[in-house]
């Protein structure tokens, strides 16, 4: 997934300027933790209904993006 800016946003009204799925609070830092903590997709869209699939995807294509050096621009 390239496109990861159509559902992560950086507002410094919300989390401390933080990347959050957009219209949510949830962090891309929290759907990473929970992932490394060994919770399924499945798991998360359980407890987060709110949430869909591509924006899971969207944290790992963002995460990719920052190991690769490269900078979100909004």
């Known amino acids: 997934m390239k496109d990861f800016?159509?559902?992560?946003?950086i507002n410094p009204e919300k989390r401390f300027g933080k990347p959050v799925i957009?219209?949510?609070?949830?962090s891309v830092?929290?759907?990473?933790?929970w992932l490394?903590?060994?919770m399924?997709?499945?798991e998360i869209?359980?407890?987060f209904p709110e949430l869909k699939e591509e924006q899971i995807n969207a944290c790992l294509?963002?995460?990719?993006?920052?190991?690769q050096g490269h900078r979100y621009a909004s």
């Open 5 to 9: 800016k159509k559902y992560i946003e």
């Open 22 to 26: 957009k219209g949510t609070r949830i």
């Open 29 to 33: 830092y929290d759907i990473l933790l």
């Open 36 to 38: 490394s903590d060994g």
């Open 40 to 42: 399924t997709k499945k």
């Open 45 to 47: 869209l359980h407890d």
């Open 61 to 67: 294509a963002f995460a990719a993006s920052k190991e």
